[in-house]
């Protein structure tokens, strides 16, 4: 059997590679299609413009589906490993799941409603997905420590703790310099005095959304050992 058929392995696995795709194409048509710049653009800039938009719409709702399905599995996993061990809070457990689940949300709505249409929306749709989902990684950290040795490895551990604590510090300058933008231009004035907080807040951007993305690759290991089912019963 292939490593991919193996349990559930080929969630995480699909989400990562669909959601990368979904970035670099969008990235790439915006560029040749010269709607935004070469360098430091934001990761909306490229989606703003149709037939970007069309397809970063499209394929982020399907990463958003992934990553929900991947979530889900990760919190039964969690929950069923903490059934026998007790290692996991369930409280904890479930609060990881919520926030991976707003995360989700978050970047329907950032795919959804494009940031030349309805700006406001776009905001905080962006700000659900990145400040809920570094939080899930660090949640997530936590139940992988308290479930060692039942659980991952200590080098999974310290790989998750490693790419949680880049999203952490790379999340501030996102937002905070974000604030200090006010070219609105897909093209930006380099000149401006707002370009380099525009240019802290793009590439901080791409390295949470790249590690949050990647994070689900510490999951291939634990997703090969489990399988979800669905009970059918009928009610008399």
């Known amino acids: 059997m292939w490593w991919?058929?193996?349990?559930?392995?080929?969630l995480p696995v699909f989400l990562v590679v669909w959601s990368s795709t979904t970035f670099i194409l969008?990235?790439?048509?915006?560029?040749?299609?010269?709607?935004?710049?070469?360098?430091?653009p934001?990761?909306?800039?490229?989606?703003?413009?149709p037939p970007e938009s069309c397809l970063f719409g499209l394929m982020t709702f399907v990463s958003a589906c992934a990553g929900t399905a991947t979530i889900y599995a990760r919190f039964k996993y969690v929950e069923k490993l903490s059934e026998e061990t007790r290692v996991v809070s369930p409280c904890l457990n479930?609060?990881?799941?919520?926030?991976?689940?707003?995360?989700?949300?978050?970047?329907?709505?950032?795919?959804?409603?494009?940031?030349?249409?309805v700006m406001v929306v776009h905001g905080l749709g962006a700000l659900l997905f990145f400040v809920s989902g570094v939080l899930y990684?660090?949640?997530?950290?936590v139940v992988s420590y308290s479930a060692?040795?039942?659980?991952?490895?200590?080098?999974?551990?310290?790989?998750?703790?490693?790419?949680a604590v880049i999203a952490s510090l790379a999340l501030f300058p996102t937002v905070v310099c974000a604030f200090f933008v006010k070219q609105t231009d897909l093209h930006r004035d380099t000149r401006?005095?707002?370009?380099?907080?525009?240019?802290?807040s793009a590439v901080c951007e791409w390295i949470v959304?790249?590690?949050?993305?990647?994070?689900?690759?510490?999951?291939?290991?634990?997703?090969?050992?489990?399988?979800?089912?669905?009970?059918?019963?009928?009610?008399?």
């Open 148 to 163: 060692y040795p039942y659980g991952s490895s200590m080098i999974v551990c310290r790989v998750r703790l490693a790419v």
């Open 4 to 10: 991919f058929m193996q349990g559930l392995c080929f």
């Open 42 to 49: 934001y990761i909306s800039d490229t989606a703003a413009n």
């Open 26 to 40: 969008s990235y790439i048509i915006a560029v040749f299609r010269r709607d935004v710049d070469v360098l430091f």
């Open 137 to 141: 990684l660090i949640l997530q950290c």
């Open 94 to 117: 479930r609060t990881t799941l919520v926030l991976g689940m707003l995360s989700c949300l978050g970047i329907c709505v950032v795919a959804t409603f494009q940031e030349t249409a």
């Open 209 to 236: 959304a790249f590690s949050f993305v990647c994070f689900f690759l510490t999951y291939i290991d634990d997703f090969k050992r489990f399988r979800l089912s669905v009970r059918t019963t009928l009610e008399s």
């Open 192 to 200: 401006g005095k707002d370009y380099p907080f525009h240019v802290a």
